[in-house]
């Protein structure tokens, strides 16, 4: 179920349905309406869209996308913001659910948004993305298919969402680069003060002249443990050593993973669409004992699940990883589940904003 949020020109976004904020009548309006008319090619755009008629608010139709990069173009109009008492709410979340039937019915495997109202329409950007958010993610949770969404943020929309999504990361940032470089310049301490130790403890040890050598009753075995003589003959290993070694022991992560589930009473289609994870990927975690995954989807599976910061590093500890402070996506995990923001498609944002990659399946 990835859901990912961009900042672009939808106009230039490839999807398989783009959807436009149309004017109710069957003429071209402003903002993102006009734009994509003019990508589109306006005359047969407007062609198509006469034999439509006029759209209610809160209702969907569609066209086809001709010059766009996309098969249809899904026209929905939003509300206009009033004073929040005209059912302007209610309205704006049809947009979206009207639209994604639409693209099913279409057979989309994707589609696009813009922020609907939150331009001419006056729509207070920041609810317009919390309903945006919500619907979107409500709808394809629903889904059988699997739909790629994306919500594309410009001008005004942008810097709002930006203000809300960024609010407090890049001080939080700068105080975790801060801190790595503290434990980076303390252990290059410690590595000096360990070498200086290793350096002592040689200058004390005795030459090999002065070394005691094993008795003449000594047995081989013993013999070779002292000296390490002969090709064949091996120190017996430490006690529980087994069990730490690979494949002596069940997958940690796998075991841990599900235990979660199970004590959140989640069914597997609710985690990886949380995740934004394949049906696919999520099997392969199910299925096979000796699955290895990547930090990556760790991290996603952590934040579907609501993990605390404990809990998310212990995950990532039973997968081999680590939250690691110099990390830049690392920081960004950490500052949301600080925040308890559990919503994946805004991480995403965050992630994207700081040129790193996005969490799931993408």
Same mark, same amino acid.
């Given at each position: 179920?990835? @859901?990912?949020?961009?900042?672009?020109?939808?106009?230039?976004?490839?999807?398989?349905?783009?959807?436009?904020?149309?004017?109710?009548?069957?003429?071209?309006?402003?903002?993102?309406?006009?734009?994509?008319?003019?990508?589109?090619?306006?005359?047969?755009?407007?062609? $198509?869209?006469?034999?439509?008629?006029?759209?209610?608010?809160?209702?969907?139709?569609?066209?086809?996308?001709?010059?766009?990069?996309?098969?249809?173009?899904?026209?929905?109009?939003?509300?206009?913001?009033?004073?929040?008492?005209?059912?302007?709410?209610?309205?704006?979340?049809?947009?979206?659910?009207?639209?994604?039937?639409?693209?099913?019915?279409?057979?989309?495997?994707?589609?696009?948004?813009?922020?609907?109202?939150?331009?001419? /329409?006056?729509?207070?950007?920041?609810?317009?993305?919390?309903?945006?958010?919500?619907?979107?993610?409500?709808?394809?949770?629903?889904?059988?298919?699997?739909?790629?969404?994306?919500?594309?943020?410009?001008?005004?929309?942008?810097?709002?969402?930006?203000?809300?999504?960024?609010?407090?990361?890049?001080?939080?940032?700068?105080?975790?680069?801060?801190?790595?470089?503290?434990?980076?310049?303390?252990?290059?301490?410690?590595?000096?003060?360990?070498?200086?130790?290793?350096?002592?403890?040689?200058?004390?040890?005795?030459?090999?002249?002065?070394?005691?050598?094993?008795?003449?009753?000594?047995?081989?075995?013993?013999?070779?443990?002292?000296?390490?003589?002969?090709?064949? $003959?091996?120190?017996?290993?430490?006690?529980?050593?087994?069990?730490?070694?690979?494949?002596?022991?069940?997958?940690?992560?796998?075991?841990? @993973?599900?235990?979660?589930?199970?004590?959140?009473?989640?069914?597997?289609?609710?985690?990886?669409?949380? $995740? /934004?994870?394949?049906?696919?990927?999520?099997?392969?975690?199910?299925?096979?004992?000796?699955?290895?995954?990547?930090?990556?989807?760790?991290?996603?599976?952590?934040?579907?699940?609501?993990?605390?910061?404990?809990?998310?590093?212990?995950?990532?500890?039973?997968?081999?990883?680590?939250? $690691?402070?110099?990390?830049?996506?690392?920081?960004?995990?950490?500052?949301?589940?600080?925040?308890?923001? /559990?919503?994946?498609?805004?991480?995403?944002?965050?992630?994207?904003?700081?040129?790193?990659?996005?969490?799931?399946?993408?």
């Amino acid at each position: 179920m990835p @859901l990912q949020i961009i900042r672009n020109d939808i106009t230039r976004v490839r999807a398989d349905a783009i959807v436009n904020t149309a004017n109710p009548d069957p003429v071209v309006g402003g903002g993102t309406d006009s734009a994509i008319y003019k990508a589109a090619g306006e005359e047969k755009l407007l062609e $198509a869209r006469r034999k439509i008629g006029p759209i209610e608010r809160g209702r969907a139709a569609w066209t086809p996308a001709f010059g766009l990069k996309a098969k249809y173009i899904i026209h929905t109009v939003g509300p206009a913001w009033i004073d929040g008492t005209r059912g302007e709410r209610e309205l704006l979340r049809s947009c979206y659910e009207k639209s994604l039937a639409l693209a099913e019915q279409l057979k989309c495997r994707s589609v696009a948004f813009p922020l609907i109202s939150s331009g001419v /329409y006056g729509f207070p950007e920041s609810e317009a993305l919390t309903i945006a958010l919500s619907a979107i993610e409500q709808h394809l949770m629903g889904m059988e298919e699997e739909l790629r969404v994306t919500l594309v943020v410009f001008g005004s929309s942008a810097t709002a969402l930006s203000a809300r999504v960024m609010d407090g990361i890049e001080e939080y940032i700068g105080e975790a680069e801060v801190e790595a470089l503290r434990e980076e310049e303390y252990s290059r301490d410690r590595a000096a003060r360990e070498r200086r130790r290793m350096q002592n403890t040689m200058l004390q040890r005795p030459s090999k002249a002065s070394a005691p050598r094993p008795a003449a009753s000594a047995s081989f075995d013993t013999f070779g443990q002292l000296y390490g003589a002969g090709k064949t $003959a091996k120190a017996p290993a430490a006690p529980g050593l087994e069990s730490y070694l690979p494949g002596k022991k069940t997958n940690a992560f796998r075991e841990r @993973l599900f235990q979660i589930i199970d004590a959140r009473g989640l069914k597997d289609p609710e985690v990886y669409k949380r $995740a /934004y994870l394949s049906k696919q990927v999520f099997s392969k975690i199910r299925s096979k004992e000796d699955y290895k995954p990547s930090k990556n989807t760790v991290l996603a599976l952590g934040i579907a699940l609501k993990l605390s910061l404990p809990e998310m590093e212990d995950l990532l500890r039973q997968a081999g990883f680590a939250l $690691a402070p110099g990390d830049l996506t690392d920081c960004i995990v950490r500052f949301y589940l600080d925040r308890e923001e /559990y919503d994946l498609a805004v991480v995403n944002y965050a992630l994207y904003e700081h040129h790193c990659p996005p969490l799931g399946s993408f």
